[in-house]
């Protein structure tokens, strides 16, 4: 006896589709971790002293009051770098919180430039800004994706 296979409806599968994106817009934002990490990977002074000017890391940085709203600075390099006024040694953590909706510029020695933005944005309200903040932060997690 043969099986037949079921199709779903298309309605089906766009009431779906409705669900996830009605979800998307007015869900809360999860807050369990507010770290957003730059990592400084091993070379990049060596890199820089070699005359490289191909900017390996981001030269802004977006944070999120309320979601993401403590940059977490690691510096996997061999020498110190410098984020501001801040000396991070080889192998050492920093945070820093920010606690109000602002645009700050750092020197950074991470940077060909020798300079970094950070951006600190207020938290999206419900609807398309949530929308939009969840998509930017899915393509940054998909662009920034390292593999273990």
């Not at 929308?131 to 662009?143: E, F, G, S, V």
Request: charged residues 20%.
């Amino acid at each position: 006896m043969t099986q037949l296979r079921r199709h779903w409806p298309a309605w089906t599968l766009l009431a779906c589709a409705l669900a996830l994106l009605l979800w998307a817009m007015f869900a809360p934002l999860d807050a369990s971790n507010r770290d957003q990490l730059f990592e400084i990977p091993k070379g990049t002074w060596a890199r820089r002293m070699a005359g490289d000017k191909v900017e390996i890391l981001p030269s802004t940085v977006h944070l999120t009051l309320g979601v993401k709203d403590v940059l977490l600075l690691r510096n996997n390099d061999t020498v110190p770098q410098i984020f501001g006024p801040i000396l991070i040694m080889p192998g050492q953590d920093f945070r820093l919180p920010f606690e109000q909706v602002s645009d700050n510029e750092f020197a950074c020695t991470a940077h060909a430039s020798g300079q970094m933005k950070v951006i600190v944005e207020p938290l999206p309200n419900p609807g398309l800004a949530r929308l939009a903040w969840r998509l930017a932060a899915l393509a940054h997690a998909i662009r920034y994706y390292k593999p273990v």
